[in-house]
């Protein structure tokens, strides 16, 4: 080339440079007034704002609040909308576009580098890290719009979870509990953790030995809990033969199960454990409390007489026959007696209506409703009182007892008065009680006796000051007035005749007998 044209070449570019110059600076003049425009509205926009702050003083409603609020999303709503163009392609700070070939390689290549350079445990960052948008793939608009989330940020959260879940430091647990409960503890130590109430298995104890030793030192222990723990899983995990034998020689053990099986009412295994210990007559009573669970008659009655062939003692097959032959009575009487009241013919049945049954009562109650119902019936009859006498071979005070109080309660003054009736040697009739005469007004007063039944048994009372108290509370004059008389005490008499109505029966006795002068008063 030759030097002119160069020359001219290199001026031309400089023309050109220059005036390419001079027009990117009128473009800038231009655009800088738009720049300060905008910057200025933005500002406005961010130092301005419809929703006011809260003041004691406002007085606006919920409604003009709830309004402000709507327009200022709206507000937000739109300015994402003018910012977001999704036709917009993304770029890294390299200028590639983000998803390319070339993006992805680089990518890739850095993470692995990152990786290996990385310790094993890595340092957490305090302060907040920053996902540039172009490198996420996320827009604000999409996270208004409720757009799914781009892969990127799904395998940016994964990672960050399994690094926290990786990373995170544990908490080391006691020593005690990395020791296996199951296995490790020794007859001692097992015992006192029940004596701790801790948790604490016995299925390790598997051989004969090591369970007689642990229940060996529970009873050592003197805690019934920890001794019941331990029978309870040698019941379980031993044969009845093995358990019974070994309880022999373990008295304090032994008293434990045998109140266990009692209370959790284990009778079948309880009864082959008093059979096995040769306690037949402990075996026997046991059984026989079954009939308290029984509430047909019938039934118990039944199961009564099987219990008369077990090995009871002398004493007590005696009650156990007498309590069959007393249901056995009950049960005839009630269902005759029951009959008689439903057919109205019977009187006693008519004047004192039956209050309950007699089934299942006991003996004297028997006796008792016998004397008040049946008391005339001849000797052969079940109901007879005479025959229930005779029957359970009762005692005559307990029979006389019983008797008067019945026939006093239907005031049958004859029938009481026919049981003190007694003759002598010579053949003479006069009144006896295995009672005491005081106890038997007691019992009249108690039923409503009249005055006359009262005084023929006050009189009979053998100490004189007892006799004049009670016929001074009874009313009965002429038992006090004869003691007086007998006494010959006169001035007690005069005192007695001050307490007398006047003009009454027992004012004139007192004063026949104190003018009678073949009396000799000793004051």
């Known amino acids: 080339m030759e030097p002119e044209e160069a020359l001219f070449l290199a001026m031309r570019s400089g023309v050109d440079a220059m005036s390419q110059r001079r027009r990117i600076c009128q473009e800038e003049e231009e655009q800088q007034p738009k720049m300060m425009k905008n910057k200025a509205d933005e500002e406005e926009y961010w130092h301005s704002s419809k929703c006011t702050a809260f003041t004691f003083d406002d007085e606006d409603d919920e409604f003009s609040r709830l309004k402000e609020s709507k327009l200022a999303v709206n507000s937000i709503r739109q300015l994402v909308e003018e910012d977001d163009d999704d036709d917009v392609e993304k770029v890294s700070w390299t200028g590639e576009p983000v998803g390319s070939i070339s993006w992805s390689i680089r990518e890739n290549a850095g993470s692995n580098q990152k990786i290996d350079k990385e310790p094993v445990f890595p340092r957490i960052p305090t302060e907040p890290s920053t996902l540039n948008k172009s490198q996420s793939g996320l827009s604000l608009s999409s996270l208004f719009r409720g757009k799914t989330k781009p892969e990127n940020f799904q395998s940016f959260s994964d990672a960050l979870s399994d690094s926290v879940r990786i990373y995170a430091p544990e908490l080391r647990k006691p020593k005690s509990e990395y020791k296996d409960y199951v296995c490790d503890w020794s007859p001692e130590e097992t015992v006192q953790r029940l004596l701790q109430g801790k948790a604490v298995s016995l299925e390790k104890f598997r051989s004969l030995q090591d369970k007689l030793l642990l229940l060996d030192l529970a009873v050592a222990a003197h805690d019934g809990n920890v001794i019941t723990a331990v029978l309870i899983y040698l019941k379980r995990s031993l044969s009845k033969e093995v358990l019974f034998r070994e309880l022999q020689s373990r008295q304090t053990a032994l008293r434990h199960f045998i109140h266990y099986l009692t209370e959790s009412r284990e009778q079948k295994l309880l009864l082959e454990l ?93 006796l008792y409703y016998c004397c008040f119902y049946h008391y005339g019936e001849p000797e052969g009859t079940f109901s007879s009182p005479l025959n229930v006498r005779q029957t359970f071979k009762i005692s005559e005070k307990q029979y006389f007892v019983t008797a008067l109080a019945a026939r006093a309660k239907l005031k049958a003054w004859s029938d009481v008065d026919a049981l003190f009736t007694g003759r002598n040697w010579f053949g003479f009739t006069r009144k006896k009680s295995p009672l005491s005469f005081q106890r038997v007004v007691d019992i009249l007063q108690r039923n409503s006796a009249p005055t006359q039944v009262l ?14 108290s009670l016929a001074q509370k009874l009313k009965c004059h002429d038992i006090v007035i004869n003691t007086f008389r007998d006494m010959k005490d006169r001035q007690m008499l005069l005192a007695y005749r001050g307490k007398v109505e006047p003009g009454s029966a027992p004012e004139r006795k007192i004063d026949d007998l104190l003018n009678n002068q073949q009396i000799r008063w000793k004051n």
């Open 274 to 366: 008093l059979r096995a210990l040769g306690r037949t007559e402990e075996m026997a009573l046991l059984q026989y409390n079954e009939h308290l669970s029984l509430t047909d008659e019938n039934k118990k009655r039944d199961f009564l007489k099987s219990c008369l062939s077990l090995p009871f003692s002398a004493e007590d097959s005696i009650h156990i026959q007498d309590h069959y032959t007393l249901l056995e009575r009950q049960i005839i009487v009630e269902a005759a007696d029951r009959h008689a009241e439903r057919g109205g013919k019977v009187e006693i049945f008519q004047r004192f209506p039956r209050k309950a049954s007699i089934l299942n009562m006991p003996l004297i109650t028997t």
């Open 455 to 468: 005084q023929d048994y006050v009189a009979l009372i053998d100490d004189a000051e007892l006799r004049i």
